[in-house]
């Protein structure tokens, strides 16, 4: 049986662990430069950096990364997230265009938008997504997939996003409910839910996405309550990683899984009905979704 220790976090930040060999990444490639010059040119954001995404590497090395729209300042504490945060900037009436361009000099066929959490909007950035969303698919005719926060519930924002018929809408859960307060401050674990739920029920043929972190401290027991609760809002793909602490600032790695235990994690996910179900330490919501979208038939 399989268990994940839960350990209460010293009140000094603890240090930091080594990582383990399974860990280690790849040096840059040549075909880093390329995406980087795109990136820097078109003066875009990608959560590739500023999450500091362990992935980045390789997904920039073969000419793909993620774009994240709305600025880089986060109006959110989620105490896992190296994203900035502060005072928010106004929005840049160019991006969606900029993204387009980006998306079509680097050839991508799939294409990925996220954001970072805007609660100082009135939509939280839904109209901006939407017009990303609209400006890609005619540039680029590119399969979408947005990975959006909450935008606090707000049923007209999320419908705002619908409408621009993105083929797969993804919005990460990050942790069990216990650990909600000091993960994911300011988010509510029923409020995710209840965003996969709507997606389902205004465009049934949408494909809905999720994800989390381990090793935060959660339990085999809660995580899988939150995979059940997944499904029974039609979630039809999961991706589960390996947290990493980006600095000595954010909350510390409680546990790092081995990777023959996220073969069994996600073994066990799948017999639950997703139709993809991508697990392992370093999977990410948006690392090779191009290729979890084509294997979950869309």
Known sequence: ??????????????????????LKRPLPQPGMMFTSSVI?????????????????????SQQTATFMILGNVCTRPCGFCSVPKGKTEALEQDEPERVAEAAERLGLKYVVITSVT????????????????????KRTGATIEVLTPDFLGKSA????????????????????????????RNAEYQRTLDLL??????????????????????????????????????CDMLTLGQYLQPTPAHLPVERYLPPEEFDEIGAR?????????ASGPFV?????????AEAAGH
């Open 1 to 22: 049986m399989l268990e994940i220790l839960d350990q209460t976090p010293a009140e000094q930040p603890a240090p930091r662990r080594r990582l383990p060999p399974w």
């Open 40 to 60: 820097e040119d078109l003066r875009l954001e990608t959560v590739c950096e500023s999450a500091k995404c362990p992935n980045r590497t390789e997904c920039w």
């Open 118 to 137: 805007r609660d100082d909007l009135p939509d939280g950035g839904a109209e901006h997504f939407y017009r990303c969303v609209l400006a890609v698919r």
């Open 157 to 184: 924002a999320i419908d705002r996003v619908i409408e621009a018929r993105p083929e797969v809408f993804n919005h990460n859960t990050e942790t069990v409910p216990r650990l909600y307060h000091r993960v994911r």
């Open 197 to 234: 739920a709507r997606v389902k029920q205004r465009a049934p043929d949408m494909k809905t996405k999720s994800g989390l972190m381990l090793g935060l401290g959660e339990t085999i027991e809660e995580l899988f309550d939150v995979l059940a609760d997944l499904r029974s809002v039609g």
């Open 269 to 277: 996910a799948r017999t639950l009905g997703f139709s993809l179900v």
């Open 284 to 292: 990410r919501s948006s690392y090779h979704a191009g290729e979890m």
